[in-house]
C-alpha cells in the first residue's frame, strides 16, 4: 500500500457544527501533516506529528484540534469554524528525519456555511 | 523576496512542444522536490532530488546545488499534462517551503 487515504472527499459544515477528517496511511511513514490550501496558493502547513507526537504547530487556532491515534492513522477535529477556513485540506506522510520524499493524500474540500 | 521562486507563473503550450519550468532558492537545503496538481486534486510527488538528473517517462528534473536552481522539462507535451507544478525546497529541518507553482496549459 503506496497511498495517504483522506476521508471524506468533500465536506460542507456549519459553523456550530463539529466534524473530523480523517487521514490514514500503511507505509509505515513515522511522520505524518496537515496543509491548508487555498485557492491558486501552495499549501501551509499547520501541523506536524513525528512518532504519534505533536512537534510543530504553525500557530494554528483552537478550533482545529489534530489527533494521532497511532501510526497510521491522523485526523483533525473541526469546531466552530469561520467561512475563511473553507478550503483543501491536504493530508501528506513520511519517514522522519531524512530527506525521503512525501506522500499525499488527494484531499478534503471542505466549506463552511 | 520568496525563499523558493519559479517562473514563469503560467505557462501555455501546444501539444508536443518541449517544457520547462525553473525553480530558483535561497536556502541551505537537503533536497528539492518538483510536484504536480491537477485542479482541485491532491497533490502527486514527480521527484525529490539533492543531486543531478532523474527521469521518469516524458520527465525530467535537474538540479545544480552550486547556483541553486532545478528545472522541470516535460518533452512530447501532451493535454493531461496540464496542471499546476510546484518546487518545494526541504530545509535543514526537514520541512517544504513551497513555490508558489506554475500553472501549465497544453492545447491539443
Known amino acids: 500500500d503506496t497511498e495517504v487515504t483522506q476521508t471524506p472527499k468533500h465536506l460542507v459544515m456549519g459553523m456550530t457544527n463539529k466534524k473530523s477528517l480523517k487521514c490514514e496511511q500503511h507505509m509505515g511513514h513515522r511522520a505524518m501533516y496537515w496543509y491548508k490550501q487555498k485557492a491558486k496558493k501552495p499549501p501551509e502547513l499547520m501541523f506536524v506529528y513525528s512518532y504519534e507526537k505533536l512537534s510543530i504547530n504553525e500557530s494554528v487556532p483552537s478550533r482545529f484540534s489534530p489527533e494521532c491515534p497511532n501510526s497510521s492513522l491522523l485526523n483533525l477535529h473541526l469546531h466552530a469554524l469561520q467561512p475563511e477556513d473553507s478550503a483543501l485540506y491536504l493530508c501528506a506522510s513520511s519517514q522522519v528525519g531524512v530527506a525521503y520524499g512525501y506522500t499525499f493524500g488527494s484531499g478534503t474540500r471542505l466549506t463552511v456555511v | 523576496k520568496n525563499e523558493v521562486e519559479q517562473s514563469p507563473q503560467n505557462l501555455t503550450a501546444q501539444e508536443g512542444e518541449f517544457i520547462t519550468i525553473n525553480c530558483s532558492y535561497s536556502v541551505g537545503i537537503s533536497a528539492l522536490h518538483w510536484l504536480q496538481q491537477h485542479p482541485g486534486g491532491g497533490i502527486v510527488s514527480l521527484f525529490m532530488?539533492?543531486?543531478?538528473?532523474k527521469k521518469h517517462g516524458r520527465l525530467i528534473a535537474t538540479i545544480n546545488i552550486q547556483e541553486k536552481h532545478s528545472s522541470l522539462h516535460i518533452t512530447a507535451s501532451h493535454p493531461r499534462d496540464s496542471a499546476v507544478y510546484i518546487c518545494?525546497?526541504?530545509?535543514?529541518?526537514?520541512?517544504?517551503?513551497w513555490g508558489a507553482g506554475t500553472k501549465l496549459i497544453i492545447k491539443p
Open positions: 518545494a525546497v526541504m530545509d535543514s529541518n526537514y520541512q517544504l517551503i
Open positions: 532530488l539533492s543531486s543531478g538528473k
